[in-house]
């Protein structure tokens, strides 16, 4: 590959390149590579490899569950709850579980969009009914 400076009278103008005639034939891209917890897929692009489903018996049997995760995975225990509670993220205590309506989290307010007013309407008569209720 050759190269060369750029001369001060060819600075803030059009530069034409001439196509090389002895290398007509393109080079062939240098290989890629993924980074460790990615595989190279045949279109050639990187994904996420899933360590939980390749390596079945990674995790150490104090932890056995497998949680897969974006270029990695972890291992926490195998936390038993009550119905409508699941474990949390490191297995060491139970969480409530969230429903999802619509593809939205029932548990809290969309990010995206700020609480409507009929939102906090509903959730102040809900609080003035608990009060009367006591």
Do not use: W
Request: glycine residues 8%.
């Amino acid at each position: 590959m050759a190269s060369r400076s750029v001369a001060s009278e060819e600075m803030n103008s059009v530069l034409e390149i001439p196509y090389p005639r002895d290398e007509d034939r393109l080079q062939d891209p240098a290989p890629l590579e993924c980074g460790q917890g990615f595989s190279q897929q045949e279109s050639g692009h990187c994904m996420d490899t899933n360590e939980c489903i390749q390596f079945p018996f990674v995790c150490p049997r104090d932890k056995p569950v497998c949680v897969n995760t974006y270029g990695s995975y972890r291992c926490r225990t195998n936390k038993r709850c009550s119905r409508g509670y699941e474990p949390n993220e490191d297995g060491t205590a139970c969480v409530a579980q969230v429903a999802f309506l619509g593809g939205y989290s029932s548990a809290a307010f969309r990010i995206s969009e700020p609480p409507s007013r009929a939102s906090y309407l509903s959730l102040g008569l809900g609080l003035c009914l608990q009060l009367y209720a006591l």
